[in-house]
């Protein structure tokens, strides 16, 4: 923090966190259902931030490449787990290895020449290089699963239509180009939205924390211009080589479809809330008795 400016202590946190109690509180007065996922988010926000904080502190003191690739490994094993088990709802055989290999090869060249078109030097600097490649794996997450979600459910629900096409003579992927075609609009459209908007209805987080940083506005302004074409194109490269793995995956060489490598109903994250709220409900309803009938048998 600047001089001028007190530090943040978790008691600020704390006031912030009031408006997702806020909305916590209104998701059950109205019965929306969404003041579980809210709350569950925003304490996984905190804990995580809070060890990246103190990890990333060793690392930018370090000042060490190999340091920097350890770290940006780690995010990327990571950042396939949340998009598998926790960003789509069905999943395919095999589906984490092939999306962390899809990261890595768009994550990582699109980070190292990102970097250089930002003229850092050296080009691994940590206290640069690792916050961009997050942003980057933060948007190539979410558009995976997007993407990965959609295609799943078209082969679980109009089936069918697929297979008349096999059926007529057409290759699988030409079967299957409609169904990742309109996949990929899907998983994209939120990138190609915050294109549209940036700098002329929202600024950018990029861009505010350089001008708050002490840069110029016109510098700002290219760092965000890059950064945003360096979003657009990892999270393109990595949802089309996730959308390969998975048709390669789920209609096989003989161009057949293979429902049987298709599973998964829910995310590992929403089932352990669930779990965990069955949970407490069996042990409120075993003491509520006795707490209502004063202790009597």
Not at 28 to 43: E, P, Q, S, Y
Request: charged residues 15%.
């Amino acid at each position: 923090m600047s001089d001028d400016q007190p530090p943040l202590t978790y008691f600020n946190v704390g006031l912030a966190f009031s408006f997702i109690t806020l909305d916590a509180v209104l998701s059950l007065v109205f019965g929306l259902g969404i003041g579980t996922t809210l709350v569950v988010a925003a304490v996984r926000c905190v804990v995580q931030l809070s060890v990246m904080s103190l990890i990333l502190d060793s690392i930018f003191a370090a000042n060490n490449p190999w340091g920097v690739a350890g770290i940006v490994l780690v995010l990327n094993l990571l950042g396939a787990f949340e998009a598998v088990f926790n960003k789509s709802k069905k999943r395919f055989t095999n589906m984490f290895p092939f999306v962390l290999m899809s990261l890595l090869i768009s994550v990582v060249p699109i980070s190292l020449a990102g970097s250089a078109a930002m003229r850092r030097n050296p080009i691994w600097k940590p206290n640069q290089f690792i916050p961009v490649s997050g942003m980057l794996l933060g948007n190539a997450i979410s558009a995976i699963g997007v993407g990965s979600s959609t295609i799943l459910k078209e082969f679980t629900d109009n089936r069918d239509k697929i297979e008349t096409y096999l059926a007529m003579g057409a290759s699988r992927f030409e079967a299957c180009k409609p169904v990742a075609r309109d996949a990929l609009k899907l998983a994209l459209l939120p990138t190609v939205n915050q294109m549209s908007v940036i700098g002329l209805i929202s600024i950018p987080g990029l861009m505010t924390g350089a001008v708050l940083g002490g840069a110029s506005v016109d510098q700002a302004g290219k760092l965000q211009m890059i950064l945003m074409f360096m979003i657009s194109a990892s999270s393109a490269l990595s949802v089309l080589s996730v959308m390969l793995c998975t048709l390669a995956t789920v209609c096989d060489a003989s161009h057949r479809i293979r429902p049987d490598r298709i599973y998964g109903t829910e995310t590992v994250l929403s089932g352990g809330v669930k779990s965990l709220g069955r949970l407490v409900t069996r042990g409120w309803k075993k003491v509520a008795p006795r707490k209502l009938g004063g202790g009597r048998s």
